[in-house]
């Protein structure tokens, strides 16, 4: 599946136009690669990582869409893999 339609039918892009300027401003990472085309090809199992609101939102793909469906649906395609609170850890440390 393309990447700009997999952010689309994910919900992760507000609209197709959207999730082809992620694509190609060259912020994305696919796998650890930068990605600079709407159109590299996902599959199950691969990561993609890039800025969103000020951070960087890191996803695991789990499965693939057929359509753009509701937020519920569209939230099971992808796992969020970086922590949403900060560490106590390194909480500590800012605070010193």
Request: aromatic fraction near 6%; glycine fraction near 8%.
């Amino acid at each position: 599946m393309r990447l700009d339609r997999f952010l689309w039918y994910a919900r992760l892009a507000g609209s197709r136009s959207m999730a082809q300027g992620i694509a190609r401003k060259g912020t994305l990472r696919l796998d650890g690669r930068r990605i600079d085309r709407a159109h590299a090809p996902v599959r199950v199992g691969s990561v993609l990582a890039f800025p969103w609101n000020g951070r960087v939102r890191i996803v695991r793909i789990e499965a693939l869409p057929k359509r753009r469906g509701p937020p519920a649906e569209a939230a099971s395609l992808y796992t969020n893999l970086e922590s949403l609170v900060a560490n106590p850890v390194d909480e500590s440390e800012a605070a010193a």
